[in-house]
């Protein structure tokens, strides 16, 4: 049973970075895309890219771009989502997802969110 | 970028009585290769969004057959036949027949 399991809240000054882990559990990593998303508080959801590791092929959404970096360790089965010049509307939960062996782009594995809080 | 535009925003149901939701796109999502790229999230209260149902009408593993999905093209519709309590959350549809990616705005459930 693959899990993600995710690094924990953060709390961030605005134009600073974070880093977001999503650490895979059971089953093969590197064949499967990862993907982020991520959630304003009581807002939708937003895509925001994803990584395939066995390619270290990247997508950006473009309002992210120039901001965003993702990034795998096959080695220890872990993705990475740093965000630089951070502003108080990056504040959300960011989520992981994994795409499923059904069909590409349908994301049946969630990690359980990390909180981005930023604040001055 | 690929609009989704989901209705209703919100919806209250009597346990037991249907529910329909509807997903339009801006544009066609069907793939050269016959595929169509709708995808259906739920995000119970406080959880991660899970997956419902795959290109338009695809059932995950171990997601009652009370949902259902249908559509073509642009249009689009998620259907419980008796919605349950356990039912209750934010319904998400998505494309991915182009980057960005993009999800509705989303529906909310409610029991009546």
């Known amino acids: 049973q693959v899990q993600l399991v995710q690094s924990g809240a953060e709390v961030k000054k605005p134009g600073s970075s974070v880093r977001v882990s999503c650490k895979a559990s059971?089953?093969?990593?590197?064949?499967?895309?990862i993907t982020w998303v991520r959630q304003a508080p009581g807002q939708g959801l937003e895509w925001m890219g994803r990584?395939?590791?066995?390619?270290?092929?990247?997508n950006y959404a473009p309002k992210f771009q120039g901001r965003i970096t993702f990034t795998a360790d096959d080695s220890t089965r872990t993705a990475y989502l740093d965000l630089s010049r951070l502003r108080s509307d990056d504040t959300a939960v960011y989520y992981c997802?994994?795409?499923?062996?059904?069909?590409?782009?349908?994301?049946?594995?969630w990690g359980q969110g990390t909180m981005v809080t930023v604040s001055s | 970028d690929v609009v989704m535009t989901q209705t209703p925003l919100s919806l209250s149901v009597t346990p037991g009585q249907p529910a329909s939701i509807s997903c339009k796109s801006s544009?066609?999502?069907?793939?050269?290769?016959?595929?169509?790229?709708l995808y259906w999230y739920l995000q119970k209260p406080g959880q991660s969004p899970q997956l419902l149902i795959y290109?338009?009408?695809k059932r995950f593993s171990g997601v009652p057959d009370r949902f259902s999905g249908s559509g073509s093209g642009t249009d689009f519709t998620l259907k419980i036949s008796r919605v349950e309590a356990e039912d209750v959350g934010v319904y998400y549809c998505?494309?991915?027949?182009?980057?960005?990616?993009?999800f509705g705005q989303g529906t909310k459930l409610e029991m009546k």
């Open positions: 059971g089953g093969t990593f590197s064949t499967y895309t």
């Open positions: 290109e338009v009408s």
């Open positions: 544009q066609s999502l069907v793939h050269y290769e016959g595929r169509t790229s």
């Open positions: 997802a994994r795409e499923s062996y059904l069909s590409p782009d349908a994301f049946d594995i």
């Open positions: 998505m494309q991915s027949i182009q980057l960005p990616y993009s």
């Open positions: 990584i395939i590791p066995i390619f270290d092929t990247t």
